[in-house]
Each structure stands twice: as C-alpha cells, then as structure tokens.
C-alpha cells in the first residue's frame, strides 16, 4: 500500500527531474526527506507501519529460520518498527533476550502492539527509544537491521553501522538483512525495488558494496545468508584494522545525487535520457553505458580495473 500512495506517486513523477538535476526525488516533490514528511503526517505513518508488518508477515519465519540466533543471548533489533521481527526470532529462541529499538513515537506504539507484549515474549524484551545516527542500546551480541541501511546513503549508513560496532560486545555481530543484489541484468525483485529505494534518496546494494560500507565501519563482512524470502541476512564482525581500502574503480566526477546506484539504476537512467534498450554490450561485460556510481558528494561513472 506504502508503495502506491500519492505522496510517492508525486515523488514518481519527479523522477525524470531527479535523473537529469542531480536531485532526489521525494524531495523535489515535498521539500523534506520520507521520514520527516511521515511524521508530519500520522495517518502516513501508520499506514507505513502497518504496511512493513504486513509484509513481514512472510519473511520473518523465514528469517527466524535461516540464521543459528539460538547461539545469541541477546539480541537487539535496531529501527525494529512495532517488534515482529523481534517477537518471530525470540518464540523460535526460547532462551533469547531481545532489545526492541526505535524513535520513540514508535516505541510509544508497539508498547501497545501484540508482538512485543505477547506472553512468553514481553518477559524477555526490553523496548528503548533514541536516535541510531548518535547511539544504539550497549551490550547486544547482535544487532539486526531489517529494512534499514536500504533507506540510507554510504555516509548515513556506515554511521549506523559504526554506532552498532561502538555498542556491541567483543565478539558481537552485525545482521543487515536486505536484500543483495546479483551481479548482471537479469530481472530481480530487488532491482526493482532499488529504483523505488532511488526515488526517497536510499538504495539496495551488491555484496562487494555492503563489504566496503562495513569496512568503513570498522566491520568485516564474513558471510551472506539466504533465506527462503528474497532477503538475505549479511552478517559483519569487528574488523582487526578498521578503515578504507582501496575499492579498485576510476572515478569522474559529473554531478551530484546521493550514493551509489546499483546496476540497475543504469538501466533506468540509459531509459530515460537515451531511450535505449537496457541491454549489456556483446562480450557482456560491461552494459552499453559506463556504470553509474552515487556517493553523497557526486555523481561519478565508474568503470572496474581489469
């Protein structure tokens, strides 16, 4: 329902202006990012919550099943929503503690919601309140982000991410679970969704791109996870030597956007200025354009050294 509402069809219609200006979308058609627009209009907002729940109602058994959480103790789920997530994963996980953490008008909401306070859970979940752009909750041997670095630029996320590390125990561990896109131009849900994503200034990402944002988080990302939903679990731990490596590409600098596009934003973008066919060149290497990289300074093409 989120996804068809007329405050993103309006941010849709911008989407040619957001390609050719350099500008996101959503706020060229209202003037503030999502998230504030949402909380400057509650009816939105519920209707985003219940939205993502709704769902959640699919992937979260799926999730709950496709990592071993019954080696945690406790478990903290960063921008949680309303805790179905967190309530699947802790009814699978008897022994499991969990940290519920959002903004704190949404806290107020799932105090009230079945799934936190459902028996046998609300004995075992705590419910905190801040800002994951300053701190998360210490002390977690995990902390899951469902749904969340996708909303967010390299920057923002290796903020989120950085905090996680700050707060997490020495052996602790970071779960994204998004999804990873696949290398190529087949068709994927993903792909799809990365355009949307495109639209409120976020992006989906490949796997060697969560690498690099975990490695400037002080992360190292040890293994990806697929479950049996479209979204994979991709798992980070504390890097020996955080800090940037050199991520092997030649950049030109030509505007500004926000971060990186996935491989589909080329295909979109070569639509909408050349009206071309989307296709990869012969050998299939490279598609017919360079591909087209965001950051949160500028818009570069960026091909990979061979």
Wanted: glycine residues 10%.
């Amino acid at each position: 329902m989120m996804m068809v509402e007329n405050y993103m069809f309006d941010a849709w219609n911008q989407l040619l202006h957001g390609v050719k200006a350099g500008e996101v979308p959503f706020l060229k058609a209202h003037g503030v990012p999502i998230f504030e627009y949402l909380e400057q209009h509650p009816e939105d907002l519920q209707l985003f919550g219940e939205s993502m729940t709704s769902v959640s109602g699919t992937e979260n058994p799926a999730i709950a099943a496709g990592y071993k959480f019954s080696a945690l103790r406790t478990l903290v789920d960063v921008a949680g929503g309303h805790g179905s997530l967190l309530a699947t994963i802790l009814k699978a996980n008897p022994k499991l503690r969990g940290v519920l953490f959002e903004q704190p008008s949404v806290i107020a909401r799932a105090g009230k919601d079945q799934h936190v306070t459902a028996k046998g859970i609300a004995g075992r979940c705590m419910l905190e309140s801040g800002d994951f752009f300053e701190s998360v909750p210490k002390g977690g041997d995990a902390y899951i982000m469902k749904y969340i670095l996708h909303d967010w630029d390299d920057e923002r996320s290796v903020k989120i991410l950085a905090n996680c590390r700050a707060a997490m125990n020495e052996n602790g561990k970071v779960l994204v679970v998004d999804n990873v896109i696949s290398p190529g131009n087949d068709p994927g849900w993903g792909k799809l969704l990365d355009i949307n994503m495109l639209i409120i200034g976020g992006r989906e990402r490949t796997k060697n791109e969560f690498a690099a944002i975990f490695r400037d988080a002080g992360l190292k990302l040890t293994r990806v996870v697929p479950t049996k939903c479209p979204l994979s679990i991709v798992e980070g731990v504390q890097a020996r030597r955080p800090g940037r490596e050199n991520r092997g590409v030649e950049t030109q600098s030509v505007g500004m956007f926000g971060p990186p596009w996935s491989p589909s934003v080329d295909l979109c973008r070569k639509e909408l200025l050349h009206g071309g066919d989307g296709q990869s060149s012969r050998n299939g290497s490279l598609p017919v354009l360079p591909q087209f990289v965001r950051n949160r300074s500028n818009l570069r093409l960026t091909r990979t050294k061979k």
